[in-house]
């Protein structure tokens, strides 16, 4: 059985894989300046494998980090404004942000007014986080988070408890306050046990009056043009770090802002040169309907080669395809059109389903697979 970990890596917080150490880093506001990102670039040939993982907590990951090499990194982050200044810290800035953001809106706000409180937050299991979806309509509906901040149908600004179709109302100014005090009911009422709020049945306290629905939530970004830039895709989320700091000189952009969808948006450019193979700029491109792990043997857990599979598999699949090298996942907790996992060396087949649930066959080889689809 997969061994579930619990907790998500960070910078001071690393995780082992099977090519090294992988070290998660979390930007201020989901944004990384011009110089922050030429920086990390350079920090992943230099210390690790020379790729960035772009995760669906908007966060990026260096993989491939020898032992010999993490604490040079967390200088090196630490020299670009990258690093927490202690590990709880850090586990707890799980903040999620509408990747559209504009300086001095709700979004920016209650991000920094979050932030700066985060060490009044009860002890919250690990993978607990928030989103602050201040924008017109909420953007990060389907991206993880159990504490939403978001518009309601009528405008206001609204508390949603993940798994709950309604939240309450906010007061200006008394946001964060609010959402402090549903993070403690949380704990009080057992929710340690659930571990995540959307499995945490108690029913919600009563001194909120959880009526509103939120607005009718936006699409995700896609790759191409976006308001304030040019969003680019990487398939299965991770990015040549050589590739990027080239497009990063060629287009001169202002900053990178990350996203939950395995896209990055380079702010303020209008025009793209010839592309690297890491980077896409085609929101039909095949590749970005594909998610799959790193796989054996980078991952310990995995007993399957995935992204070969992926990457052949993914034009002749129809809809969102989503290879895992074991039952956790890990690279899409929802369910995809078509679902293949790992297990014993072979495949099982889950349609229309995850990782986890009950596969429709079992053991099938790369090549049966690829027959199967045409491929």
């Known amino acids: 059985m997969a061994e579930v970990k619990g907790w998500c890596p960070g910078a001071l917080r690393p995780m082992r894989s099977g090519d090294g150490w992988v070290v998660r880093v979390r930007p201020a506001q989901g944004r990384l300046s011009a ?11 230099s210390h690790g494998a020379g790729v960035l993982d772009l ?36 586990a707890r800035r799980n903040i999620l942000i509408a990747p559209d953001w504009q300086q001095g809106d709700d979004s920016q706000r ?19 986080g928030f989103a602050m979806d201040a924008g017109s309509a909420p953007i990060l509906s389907d991206a993880p988070a159990d504490f939403r901040i978001e518009r309601s149908a009528d405008g206001r ?17 008394a946001e964060i306050a ?10 009080d009422s057992g929710g340690h046990e659930a571990g995540r709020m959307a499995r945490h049945e108690a029913p919600l ?11 009718r939530a936006r699409g995700p970004l896609s790759a191409g043009p976006v308001p304030g830039g040019m969003a680019l895709g990487a398939a299965f989320g991770q990015v040549d770090a050589a590739d990027l700091e080239k497009v990063l000189e060629a287009t001169g952009a202002r900053a990178i802002r990350l996203t939950p969808w395995r896209l990055l948006v380079l702010e303020e450019v209008d025009a793209l040169p010839v592309l690297p193979d890491s980077l896409i700029a085609t929101p039909d491109h095949p590749a970005l309907r594909v998610d799959a792990c790193a796989g ?29 090298g074991c039952a956790k996942g890990c690279a899409r907790a929802r369910a995809a059109d078509m679902t293949l996992v790992g297990r014993a060396g072979a ?8 990782a986890g649930d009950v596969p429709l066959e079992t053991g099938l080889t790369p090549t049966q697979i690829l027959t199967r689809f045409g491929a």
Request: proline share 9%; with cysteine.
């Open 35 to 45: 110089r922050q990102a030429a920086g990390l670039c350079n920090a992943a040939r």
């Open 157 to 173: 600004l609204i508390l949603r408890a993940e798994g709950r179709a309604y939240g309450m109302a906010l007061e200006y100014g």
């Open 110 to 128: 209650l991000w920094d007014a979050l932030a700066a409180r985060l060490m009044e937050l009860p002890a919250l299991p690990p993978k607990m």
């Open 178 to 187: 609010t959402l402090l005090r549903l993070a403690q009911w949380f704990v």
């Open 55 to 90: 995760t669906n907590r908007a966060n990026l990951q260096i993989r491939g980090v020898p032992d010999t090499a993490l604490a040079p990194l967390q200088t090196t982050l630490a020299q670009l404004d990258l690093l927490d200044s202690d590990p709880e810290r850090e």
């Open 205 to 215: 306290p009563d001194w909120g009056a959880w009526t509103l629905p939120p607005a």
């Open 296 to 324: 054996a043997p980078f991952c310990p857990q995995a007993s399957v080669e995935t992204r070969a599979l992926a990457r052949a598999l993914g034009p002749h699949v129809a809809g969102s395809l989503h290879v895992s």
């Open 347 to 354: 495949f099982d087949l889950v349609p229309g389903g995850r």
